[in-house]
């Protein structure tokens, strides 16, 4: 089955500064990578997603980019802010079908005023 | 709309004792998931739904069973809780044809002692 690997697992960086995590999949089929926020006591929230037909999307501040070759996919934060502080999660999984998705460990960010 | 919802939010139970855990969705969705979060693992697929009076085992069903009882209800259900059931449960919701969000209530706390 798919297996997804996120790095790094803490990130800390200053208010304005940008933030990068990245994932790896194994599956070469895998073709829709959702990434989720998690704040404290909540549920996964989605925030961006990109599809394998895709290389790159943005969202204001946020973006993804995704290396089919090198079967890996990133987000970057740009301009952040102290409510960006909060776990991060990507996700890939193979369209049609039952799409479940299959996580990574996740990375807890936190921005310092 | 409250979108995915969850009960109990937090529960102790004893080895062996059993309980189910409540979801429901007010969205009009035809998939249902339930995933477990565990400290460094990210989130696992237990069981899911694509359609009422469907259920398909995802990575570790193992110790659960589940019951799809109408469009908007997926119970998941522990016949003989262990300590390695310790964790926090996500129930989420997916809508119909090529819509990929997934949408996650807020989560039962359990711990098993």
Known sequence: GENVEQHPSTLSVQEGDSAVIKCTYSDSASNYFPWYKQELGKGPQLIIDIRSNVGEKKDQRIAVTLNKTAKHFSLHITETQP???A???CAASILPGRRALTFGSGTRLQVQP | NAGVTQTPKFQVLKTGQSMTLQCAQDMN???MYWY???PGMGLRLI???ASEGTTDKGEVPNGYNVSRLNKREFSLRLESAAPSQTSV???A???QGNVDTQYFGPGTR????
């Open chain 1, 83 to 85: 409510e960006d502080s």
């Open chain 1, 87 to 89: 776990v991060y999660f």
């Open chain 2, 29 to 31: 969705h035809n998939s």
């Open chain 2, 36 to 38: 477990r979060q565990d």
């Open chain 2, 47 to 49: 069981y899911y739904s």
């Open chain 2, 89 to 91: 449960y996500f129930c």
């Open chain 2, 93 to 95: 919701s997916r809508g």
């Open chain 2, 110 to 113: 359990l711990t098993v002692l």
